[in-house]
């Protein structure tokens, strides 16, 4: 599984931490930047690159990190075809693939610590979409509102 990843100065520490989990489970990963801390740079940036690539699937799965989180949500939601949601708690990073189809993770860099995260993360990674109708059909519906 390819796994995209990115993060602003917010998130550098978690990301690199992450990038080395990935890499160390044989993950093949692509990183969006930022490469070096600079803390004038912005999410945008570096969270729109990895979620067009989610978009395209140019990589499977995607990590996107900044310093709460909700930047890379929203930033990373503006691309169609992404879904992507703000992560706290295990539950929600397997659930959210199961019923949701989400494929991309949102972190908080300066929320969360690094085994906290691998955590969020192996659940991502290891969840499949069920396929249910019924989760078919709400998704349908949030693809339609891309649509309009």
Do not use: W
Not at 8 to 30: C, T
Not at 95 to 100: A, C, F, K, L, P
């Amino acid at each position: 599984m390819k796994i995209g990843i990115a993060a602003d100065h917010g998130g550098y520490a978690l990301k690199e931490s992450l990038v080395r989990y990935l890499q160390s489970r044989n993950y093949d990963v692509k990183d969006f930047g930022a490469h070096s801390l600079d803390d004038q740079d912005d999410y945008p940036d570096f969270v729109v690159p990895l979620a067009k690539a989610v978009a395209s699937g140019e990589v499977d799965r995607g990590i996107a990190v900044c310093g709460s989180g909700v930047g890379a949500s929203i930033a990373a939601n503006k691309v169609k075809g992404v879904r992507a949601a703000l992560i706290s708690d295990p539950f929600s990073a397997r659930q959210g693939v199961e019923d949701d189809d989400m494929n991309l993770i949102c972190l908080g860099g300066r929320v969360i610590g690094e085994r906290l995260a691998e955590v969020f993360v192996d659940g991502f990674l290891n969840a499949t979409f069920s396929g249910a109708e019924r989760h078919k059909r709400r998704l349908a519906k949030v693809a339609n509102l891309e649509n309009q």
